[in-house]
């Protein structure tokens, strides 16, 4: 039984050490692929929101009860047109009392013309008529023009993106009831990261992509930096122009690459090759460690700008189990998906 578990003994360290043999001077099996030439996009990744050029927040300038609603979202409208109409009851009171107190004012005041001219009246009752009679048109115009603020009208032609007020609701002083859209297309105002921002310039393309608008992209421009950034967020707000400006809805959140620099028929390796400045390669049934000169890094691609052939066979997971002059054998990977680098750095 002595000898028996000897044996088995035995087996398993002759085993165990053949195959911790075979694992440090066995060849392993490794993906490679080769570099390619593509365009090495150098780009500053933002995120964005789509809105309007212009947006005009429309509110009353008197406190009252909404009675209608002659406008809804979604909706053109043109300058001038009406849009809601609030309680005016006491307004048309008010105008109905002051335009009597006019009447009897001017009356008042042609009477004492006539008493001054026939040397019955002094002069002073004129003035004082007078007075009057310009102090009630002074009240019962503003009166009226009051009752007009109860009347909420476009102030230019465009459309209605949002209403916020109904029927019976009581709306304060300043409260907006509609945002109107108008005079100038949809543009994206995007957040860059105050690193990046001094790389960033007016007429700057920008490539836009959408998850309301799959499998599309748009073109884009930067038109706009705004000078003063985000003490907290230490973001610089930067305005984009749409080429396609029509594709998109207010509120749509947008990725956007704003393209700093192209570079044609650049070398490119999977960004996964590289590690500590440096890619693995397989030669001759080894593999060698072989450092290079990096250019613009994106997710999935890496430009190369030295110290690499461009017919070399490239490790594709640069991982701790390589070592240098270890004998490997290669497994085809699968080919990239895209031609460029949209990096983000």
């Keep these: ?28 099996v490794v993906e490679v692929t080769a570099p390619r030439r593509g365009a090495a996009i150098d780009a500053i990744y933002a995120t964005g929101t789509v809105e309007p050029t212009v947006m005009l927040p429309i509110a009353p300038r008197v406190a009252g009860r909404i009675v209608a609603l002659a406008s809804d979202e979604g909706r053109a409208v043109g300058k001038g047109e009406a849009l809601a109409r609030l309680e005016s009851q006491d307004l048309d009171s008010t105008v109905e009392e002051l335009t009597a107190r006019a009447r009897y004012a001017h009356a008042d005041y042609d009477r004492s013309q006539a008493l001054v001219k026939r040397g019955v009246a002094a002069a002073t009752d004129l003035d004082r008529t007078r007075a009057e009679a310009e102090a009630t048109d002074a009240a019962l115009a503003r009166a009226r023009t009051q009752r007009g603020f109860m009347v909420l009208t ?6 209605v993106i949002r209403r916020d007020g109904e029927v019976g609701q ?18 994206i105002s995007a957040d860059v990261d105050e690193e990046d921002i001094p790389r960033v310039t007016v ?3 920008v490539v836009l992509h959408a998850d309301a608008l799959p499998n599309k992209t748009f073109d884009g421009e930067v038109a706009e930096i705004t000078p003063k950034g985000d ?14 400006p029509d594709a998109f809805r207010v509120g749509m959140t947008v990725d956007a690459n704003l393209i700093v620099a192209v570079r044609e028929q650049a070398l490119l390796v999977p960004t996964t090759t590289l590690s500590n400045g440096a890619v693995w390669l397989l030669r001759d049934g080894r593999l060698a460690r072989q450092p290079v000169q990096a250019g613009i890094s994106g997710a999935t691609q ?44």
């Design 154 to 159: 476009a102030p230019a032609a465009g459309l």
């Design 231 to 244: 003490p907290v967020a230490r973001t610089y707000r930067v305005r984009i122009r749409l080429a396609e």
């Design 1 to 28: 039984m002595r000898r028996t578990w000897l044996v088995v003994i035995g087996l398993l360290i002759v085993t165990g050490g053949g195959a911790l043999a075979w694992w440090r001077w066995g060849p392993l």
């Design 170 to 187: 009581f709306i304060a002083v300043g409260q907006p009831i509609f945002y109107l859209s108008c005079c100038a297309p949809l543009r």
């Design 203 to 205: 007429g700057m393309k």
């Design 302 to 345: 890496t430009e190369i700008r030295g110290g690499l052939d461009e017919h070399a066979q490239v490790v594709t997971t640069a991982t701790e189990l390589l070592r240098e002059g270890h004998r490997a054998r290669s497994r085809a990977a699968p080919a990239p998906a895209g031609a460029g680098v949209p990096g983000a750095r």
